[in-house]
């Protein structure tokens, strides 16, 4: 089957080995022995034939066990070596060809026993590829109904799909009893299964459409025209992306390959990727779009026509639809653009142009509606009708805003899930700066918050709406969780449908065809995204290397001794925030790591958990304001120990309270004062609450965190309600003490953040800056340095290596000097031999003479290998492991067959000697 060792996972079991042992070509041998075992079908069988038989496995074992003389006939795409007793040919199983065949081997007999082993060899060439496993078991069904005899039996492979079943009436139409047994030697993560069908009950006639797989496979599986179940329909949706996008999972299918999903060829009419709103799943599903009509359907014979003269079909467009399974996230987007240009060349969409100008007519007209009406008298029914209109717009808009409003939850949710995002990125993105959302958890409260400065260092603002945000998305999560599949859940789609019907004019805009497209698109980065994060998480060496990477990156930042400092800092962190932060790579690891099986069922429990850790995350504000630490949660890991480094403590109550400990007063006494009162102020006012958020919003515009900028002192000093800030001024009286800027780490950062473009920079460089993942993989993998070779040097190494390969091998060369040796050995004990001789006085010279060329002609002489004795493992010497008994000298294990083929080997080899000599 061309498997290479290498990669052939567990090839190496103990079915292996005794295969090896026993002599047998596969270990799928065992298989046939196990359920001949069972139902021992091979002994009162007198004519065999295996179809897909390639090595040989099931035919040897069927010459062993079948009565002696009987007629084994094996067929395959790959010749078998020659097995005596077994007649093989090269046939593909599908042709008529095939039939012929079989039909010139048979003559005019029947065969007791049908096998098929049959697997479509992947890869290996499309054509191989189009038939389907269980196409192929129809096949070897429809040469088994034409020659078996009645009462024959029929032995088949089967793969667990939803065809499984569909098979198993066929073959009860066929046979009196069926039974799918699983020998102990098929590996349990294989997802085949044996199907033993005994008493072939040969009707006179077989209904053609019984054998047709399209009609088998179709028919019952529209079960005669009814709906088939959503959830079902989303379930092998998802298994089929998910076969996309974790090729290597695709072997853990216990249960039976997602029809469809596996290895084998599928192709759809491009005119369907074109029409079809399923187009993404058609992109997933299949190897390749073609310009086909299985049914000469004259409206897709319409569409090829179409597509293929547009200008837009260009050889790359082509090239790309000719094999899906190559490409990459570049070119399905390109794919997806070039089918909505098509749709609109051919009338399905509309164009830019066309929906521009019909807005401008639109508007023309309203215009002049409300030229007419202005000049109209104005009645009480003008009123009435101008005012529903306007109610209508309205409403119109609410829907419009309501609507983005759910996409854009909807999406964050999604990125969430996906790991790209901590809760916290979202305040990050959505309000520009990063740090802005960080302070509002680092104690500086709700009201600080509420006030929200407009801009500098510790906006606060970005945190509140993040929250605020993902508490809302938190509790549309059970709405949103399918919608986040929306495109591949038809139930969620109609949903949308039907948004988009109530406001028509939106989705026909530009914007929303720019939406539609940016959308799609997103949705591709993201799939693609977390496939590559999988599969780097499935990579080992990949894992290693990040950690690796991080650890680095952190030691570029804060130098080794810093990160040990931090490690101290992290230790002593409270529990609450250990629980958090394992919960959160829980949630990361849990949801992208965990391959099994029983992965579905998981998953929505996981999403529950998710949700509600969300909400705890996110709804109890108190959670960090007593230790005034960063939320653990609500922060990226790298984030978290940048903001716990005590400088930002520092830094958080005041750049200027730190300049002062520089010795580099930025802040006059005035403006300290002026926090001291604020403070006071702001604990007053604790006490009434209303009154404070009345204040807090009325300063909201006005407040900025700290007065770095110069803007600060013109402000209303009530603008500042700096409830946190005086928070803040006990935080920094508290870590005073214990502050010395004792590293150079610290020194400098200290120094960058007593101006304002260093604090700036402080705060850029804590920004995760880097490109996108599969961005830098890319260049990581392309972006090599190209050292300059001399073609001299090229040479010489070539040379190098060419004398290096011309050296023996160690052990070849060990071998010849032990061969040497003996025979100098040899040639000193002759020598010895030979002068005895001659000293030897009492024997003539002559015979001296010729006794003495004796010993060194014999000494000169190669000795005899000794004969390699094989031992047929049979008897005693069955499944003997090492030297068996009464064995001395060299040896081999053998079986019988192989004994017997060489000796013949041997035969022929003299026979041709002889004929050699005779001429
Ligand atoms: C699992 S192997 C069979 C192993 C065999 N039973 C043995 O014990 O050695 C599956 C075989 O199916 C063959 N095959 C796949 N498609 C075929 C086709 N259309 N016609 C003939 N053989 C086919 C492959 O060439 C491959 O050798």
């Known amino acids: 089957m061309g498997v290479s060792k290498k990669h052939a996972k567990g090839r190496l079991d103990k079915f292996y080995h005794m295969a090896k042992e026993q002599g047998y070509r596969a270990r799928s041998a065992f298989k046939l022995i196990q359920l001949n075992k069972k139902y021992a079908f091979l002994e009162k069988a007198k004519v065999l034939v295996d179809l897909c038989a ?79 496993q269980n196409e192929l078991v129809l096949r070897s069904l429809q040469l088994a109904s034409e020659f078996m005899v009645p009462n024959g039996v029929f032995v088949t492979k089967v793969f667990r799909s939803k065809d499984y079943n569909k098979l198993l009436w066929v073959f009860n139409q066929l046979f009196e009893s069926v039974e799918a047994t699983k020998p102990s030697s098929s590996r349990n993560v294989s997802a085949e299964i044996f199907v033993v069908c005994r008493g072939y009950k040969a009707p006179k006639k077989i209904d053609p459409r019984l054998l047709d797989p399209k009609f088998v496979f179709k028919e019952i599986d529209d079960n005669a025209g009814e709906e088939e179940d959503p959830k079902k329909i989303k379930e092998r949706q998802s298994a089929i992306l998910n076969d996309l996008f974790h090729p290597e999972k695709r072997k853990r299918h216990r249960d039976g390959y997602a029809d469809g999903a596996t290895m084998l060829f599928t192709s759809t009419p491009v005119s369907e990727f074109i029409r079809s709103s399923e187009y993404i799943t058609i992109l997933a599903k299949n190897n390749r779009l073609e310009f086909n009509n299985p049914n000469n359907d004259p409206q897709i014979e319409e569409d090829h026509k179409i597509i293929k003269n547009s200008v837009h079909t260009t050889k790359e467009v082509i090239a790309d639809i000719a094999d899906l399974r190559n490409l990459g996230k570049k070119d399905f987007k390109d794919l997806i653009r070039w089918r909505e240009t098509i749709r609109i060349s051919m009338g399905l969409d509309r164009s830019k142009e066309e929906i521009r100008k019909q807005r401008e007519a639109a508007k023309e007209e309203q215009l002049k509606r409300l030229e007419e009406e202005k000049n109209k008298p104005e009645t009480e029914e003008t009123i009435a009708a101008e005012l529903a209109r306007q109610q209508e717009e309205l409403e ?39 740090i802005d959302g960080l302070q509002h958890d680092d104690g500086f409260g709700d009201e600080f918050a509420e006030s929200g400065g407009s801009s500098g260092l510790f906006k606060v603002d970005g945190a509140r709406r993040a929250r605020q945000r993902v508490k809302e998305l938190g509790d549309d999560a059970s709405s949103i969780t399918g919608s986040m599949l929306g495109k591949y859940d038809p139930a969620a789609e109609e949903d949308e449908d039907e948004d988009y019907e109530d406001d028509d004019s939106d989705i026909d805009s530009d914007d929303e065809i720019a939406r539609k497209v940016g959308a799609l698109e997103g949705d591709l980065d993201q799939m693609y995204e977390s496939f590559t994060q999988r599969r780097l998480e499935k990579d080992p060496k990949a894992r290693v290397k990040r950690k690796n990477d991080g650890k680095e990156a952190f030691e570029e930042w804060y130098g080794v001794e810093w990160e040990k400092k931090m490690q101290g800092i992290e230790d002593g962190a409270t529990a609450k925030k250990a629980v958090d932060d394992s919960s959160d790579d829980e949630s990361l690891n849990s949801d992208w790591g965990d391959d099994s099986d029983t992965e579905n069922a998981q998953s929505s429990s996981r999403n529950k958990k998710r949700k509600s850790r969300n909400d705890e995350v996110f709804e109890d504000d108190t959670i960090d304001e007593h230790d005034g630490a960063l939320s653990s ?7 978290k120990v940048f903001f716990d480094n005590p400088l930002f403590k520092m830094a958080s109550g005041s750049s200027g309270m730190f300049a002062k400990e520089m010795g580099i007063e930025d802040m006059d006494d005035d403006d300290e004062e002026d926090i001291k009162k604020a403070a006071k102020e702001a604990k007053s006012s604790k006490k009434d609450k209303k009154d404070k958020k009345k ?13 770095d900028s110069d803007d600060d002192k013109g402000n209303d000093k009530k603008g500042f309600e700096v409830v946190r800030a005086s928070k803040a001024d006990e935080d920094f009286n508290q870590t005073k003490g214990n502050f010395i800027l004792d590293t150079a780490e610290k020194y400098s950062l200290a120094q960058k953040l007593v101006t304002k473009s260093g604090k700036r920079d402080v705060i850029d460089d804590a920004f995760n800056r880097r490109p996108t993942p599969w961005f830098s993989q890319d260049e990581n993998r392309h972006n090599k340095i190209n050292l ?13 290596l060419r004398a290096m390969d011309a050296r023996p091998i160690k052990k070849v060369a060990e071998a010849k000097f032990r061969q040497k040796m003996r025979a100098q050995n040899r040639l000193e004990k002759a020598k010895k031999k030979a002068s005895a001789i001659a000293d030897d006085e009492d024997t003539p010279e002559l015979s001296k003479l010729k006794d003495a060329a004796k010993v060194m002609s014999k000494a000169l002489k190669k000795k005899p290998k000794s004969e390699t004795k094989l031992v047929v493992a049979r008897h005693q010497n069955k499944g003997v492991k090492g030297r068996p008994k009464g064995i001395k000298g060299r040896y081999k294990m053998v079986d019988g067959v192989m004994k017997k083929e060489m000796k013949r080997q041997k035969g022929k080899d003299k026979a041709a000697k002889k004929g050699k000599r005779n001429k």
């Open 396 to 434: 119109q808009q609410k829907k419009k805003e309501k609507r983005k409003s759910r996409e854009r939850k909807a999406k964050q949710l999604l990125r969430l899930r996906l790991g790209m995002e901590t809760p916290m990125d979202i305040g990050m993105e959505a309000d520009m700066g990063g």
């Open 788 to 800: 300059p070779v001399t073609k001299e040097a090229m040479d010489l190494m070539r040379q190098k």
């Open 633 to 639: 949660a609500a922060l990226s890991k790298k984030a």
């Open 695 to 707: 204040k807090a919003k009325k300063s909201k515009d006005d407040v900025d965190i700290l007065s």
């Open 54 to 132: 390639a090595p040989g496995g099931w035919l040897q074992v069927a010459q062993k066990y079948m009565p002696k003389s009987s007629l084994i006939i094996g067929l395959d795409l790959a010749p078998i070596k020659p097995i005596p007793g077994v007649i093989t040919h090269v046939e593909d199983i599908t042709t008529s060809k095939c039939r012929a065949t079989l039909k010139g081997e048979l003559k005019t007999w029947k065969a007791d026993v049908f096998l098929h082993d049959g697997a479509p060899n992947v890869g290996v060439s499309w054509i191989q590829d189009a038939f389907t």
